[in-house]
Every structure is written in C-alpha cells, then in structure tokens.
C-alpha cells in the first residue's frame, strides 16, 4: 500500500500505555482467554439468569508462524436471550477451533463475497455473521423464501437472489439486549455488539427487562478497542477511530459509505410498502466512495494508524449511525478485503506455541492507585433495590466491585467479569444512608459516594 511511509513518521503519535501488547501480535494477544467461568441464559419472562455450564470467552490461543488457532466454545461471558421471535435454540458449545492468517494480505483480484453464517470471530470467541439471515424474495411465487417457516428459495440456502433480507430490521425482535442470537446452537452477533439499551435512540425494548450487557460499551470520547478479526486475518474495530488515517485530528465516528436507494421500484421484487421497506433488503443500498477520511471503503474498513498497529493496517469497523444504531453494512463485507484462505479446522495439524499472556489475568484485587481514566458509570443515584456499575471499552480482565460504609467496611462484593460491561449490587437489604462504590481494575480504582434510600 502506498500508504505506509505515511506512517512511520507518526508512530510516536500513539503512546505505549495505549497498545499492551507490543512484543506479541494483536491478532495472538487480544483474545479473551478463560477456562474456570460458565455462561448464562434468560428465559422469556424470568429474569433471573440460569447457568449453562459452558465455558465463555476463548479456552485456549495457539500459534505457528503463520497462523493463529483460536478453540473456543463461542458462548459470551454476558447473558444471552431471551429471543422473543419464538427462536427455540439457546446457545450451546460449539467447540470450534477457528484458523486466522496472522500476516493478512489484500485480495487484488476480485473481492470475495462474504457467505451466509461465520465470517469472522470476535475476541470473546463469539461468531460474526455477515449481514444476511438466508431469507430472500421469490419473484416466481411472490413471497419470501429461506428460513424457518419459509418454502426453500430456488437453488437452496445461499443460492443468489435478486432481494435478499438484511437480518438486522428483519430479526431485530429476536435479538437479546447484547444484539446477538443463535442459529441452530450457534450464538452470533451480525453488528456491533454493545448492549441496545446504551445507545443513544434505543430501538428495543429487550433490556428493559434483562441486563444491559454486550462485549464492549461505545465511548465516543476514544478509540474504540478491537474487538475481532474477519476470516481474512484483518482487525475489527468498534465504532470509532481517528478522524485521519496517520492516527491524528480526534476521535470520530466511522461511517458506512453505503446509501439508501432513493428509488422505489424494485425490478423483480416486492413493492416498498410498511412491511418491505428501503433496507429490508441488502440490495435496497448501492455504495459510493466518499472523499473523507472517516468514511469506509466497499469493504467496511480502510487503511489506518490504530492504537494496536501504530504503523498501520487495514481495519474494518462496526458502524453506526450519530444515534449509535448499527448501519450496513455493520461490521465486514459485503465482500472481504483481504484473502480468505481458511475458515475452521478440526485439529491442529502443525506444531504451535501455546499463548496464555495477560488475557488469562483473573485478579480481582483492587489497587491503590486512584486512576481519573477509569471509564465506569455507576448509577442510578440516589438508589433503591439495586446499584448498576457499567465500564466503557472491553472489560479484559475481571473487575471488582466493592459496595462500602462511610467507615470504610466493605459489605458487598461482586465482579464485572472479563468480556462483559456490567454488574449490580443489590441494594434491598442494606439501610438508608451514604454509601461507597469502589470499582478496581489491573489499571487502578475509582470510587463514587452514592446514597441508597428507600
């Protein structure tokens, strides 16, 4: 790329602090590890969480020089469900070991198209679904057809269509507060996966009634982390970066450079009305290149400078629209950027290094160090029956949560666990009056007075 001279001038730019693993590669380093913690479901109408007993986040990172193996069960440390579309499945072990390229190259030929199911894996182990959910229109029956309680499409699942259904408006009632949902066992997220109820325009309802939780929190305010690589070995980010590609000029939004058809014919497809409206289907949008640098390429992603590559590397991006509401096409694709040699594996047939690193740190302890950085929201305030402490960016390690007297006597405990963003206390049983909540993390503590009152 005849950008990278750009960047070796710049690298001073992005500060050590800001990029933890500068020995080991990001694509070895960033993973969730965890293999003592199980996950958890809702029910519909219960909002209490059962244990799955399955394993969350990545059990095991290994490496050889030009690959990374990423075994993991696929089920995130947040709670998933309820799927109030009448989804039967709940997500199960998939005890999958997932082949990433750790020196990806641009694809100079013809892009690959991304396919129906996993396109990618986010650092908690969980899959990337592209942008469709298999369900298409069928102009010879005028209906739609693919998936559950549709007639097959002609040629089976995947076979091209003129209209084929964006999962994102059509599924949006099946999917939980983390925006995510399973397939046949499956659990995936097909957009940014930050709870519904932390946007700014709250498009469901679901985490009225369940945990406001997700892999990571959006903060405009800063980068935001990596939080997965697509089949063809490049980083995905979240929804922010630098206005410029060397890595200056602010923080800002990334943004889709795919537009809505202003049309309202669609040859061979049903009439835009209430029910298929503009963006029903993937084909109801049409890129075009913008001239800004915030702007993505047909790929969802461009070349630039991030906190983890200070010399630069392609990165895709989970876009979203000023409301922090996902927009297509949301985090890899239409077609890749670079080469998708390999997908999943069996086995691991060559010799390897096993990685551990700092991903496996569980401490819980807090530290004495008052950090002001320390990116955490605690509220409501004052409180009634429960106190909700939500971190912003990915949560890497478990994170203590202490709820304190004016004396300094600890009286409840509980922990903000790595690949989540949120945890309560709750507040029921404990007296009126001023209180402390004391948060620690590996880079310091934050405390808060709150006062509970009944």
Known sequence: MHYKNTFLTIAVLVSISSFSFAQTKPAIASWLQNNTEVGSYYMEGNSTVISNDILVNVQSVDYSDDWVYVTTNG???????????????????????????????????????STPANIGLFINGVALFDWRDGVAWNPNTSELCGGPGNPPCPGGMG?????????????????????????????????????????????????NLYDA????????????????????????????????????????????????????????????????????????????AQTGNDYLDESNGRFCVTPEYPEGVYAYFATVDENWNSVYPYAVGPVFY??????????????????TGDSTDTTTGITSEISKDLDVTIFPNPATDLIAVQMNGVVRNNTTVQLMDL????????????????????????????????????????????????
């Open 213 to 288: 939780d997700g892999l990571y929190a959006i903060d405009s305010s800063k980068h935001s982390p990596l939080i997965g690589f697509a089949y063809d070995g490049f980083p995905i980010y979240g929804a922010y970066g630098f206005m410029n590609t060397d890595g200056t000029g602010g923080i800002t939004r990334m943004k889709s450079s795919y537009d809505l058809l202003t049309t309202s014919t669609r040859t061979n497809g049903p009439t835009v009305d209430a029910t298929y409206f503009t963006g029903y289907f993937k084909e109801d949008y049409a890129y075009s």
């Open 75 to 113: 089920v995130p440390a947040y709670p998933t469900g309820p799927f109030l579309d009448g989804n039967p499945s709940q997500a199960t072990a998939q005890s999958a070991i997932f082949k990433i390229p750790l020196d990806p190259a641009e694809n100079t030929g013809t892009k690959t198209e």
């Open 338 to 355: 670079g080469n998708v040699v390999t997908t999943n594996v069996n086995s691991i047939s060559e010799t390897v290094t096993n990685y």
């Open 159 to 207: 076979a091209a269509m003129d209209w084929n259904r964006d999962a994102i408006p059509a599924e949006k009632a099946g999917f939980d507060c983390s925006k995510g949902h399973p397939s046949m066992g499956n659990y995936h997220h097909h957009q940014n996966p930050s709870a519904f109820k932390l946007d700014l325009d709250v498009v469901s309802s679901i985490c």
């Open 407 to 454: 004396t300094g006597k600890i009286i409840s405990t509980t922990t903000i666990r790595s690949g989540s963003t949120i945890s309560y206390i709750d507040t029921k049983t404990f007296q009126s009056g001023n209180y402390i909540v004391r948060v620690g993390t590996n880079k310091g503590l934050k405390s808060e007075n709150i006062i509970i009152q009944h």
